[in-house]
């Protein structure tokens, strides 16, 4: 005598999308996300130019050229500001283009099979079993 075991079914809404990814993946996607670097370059351009704008003034001041300390400072923390603002710009860039390219990657992995919706479905008995 062959005894049947009942099937089971996973009951799923067709109309929603999932895309499948690593661990790996959201752990670079959450670390990339916070970007900081943004902030960094903003900061650094924002002290750069306005001490530059000063050294270039403390010049125009004076008759003969004398490397003053004001003049030194502003230049000094001017450029400062600028390699750095340069060097964050392009950290930022390149996290910006990391996490767009890695989300191209989690859409384009294959998404599932929609099963079209079926009605009136008649499921059979097993022999000898309650009906």
Not at 56 to 65: K, L, S, V
Not at 96 to 115: C, N, T, W, Y
């Amino acid at each position: 005598m062959r005894s049947y075991v009942p099937a089971q079914y996973i009951h799923y809404d067709p109309t929603r999308v999932d895309y499948s990814r690593t661990e790996s993946e959201l752990n670079q996607l959450k670390t990339s996300a916070h970007n900081h670097w943004k902030d960094l370059t903003i900061a650094s351009i924002a002290l750069a130019v306005p001490c530059l704008v000063n050294a270039a003034t403390i010049t125009t001041g004076q008759e003969a050229f004398v490397p003053t300390l004001p003049f030194v400072l502003n230049l000094l923390v001017g450029l400062v500001g600028i390699g750095l603002g340069v060097g964050f710009g392009i950290a930022w860039r390149r996290t910006s283009v990391d996490l767009e390219r890695l989300i191209g990657q989690i859409k384009a992995k294959p998404k599932m099979v929609v099963v079209p919706k079926v009605t009136n479905i008649t499921l059979p008995h097993p022999k000898g079993g309650n009906s």
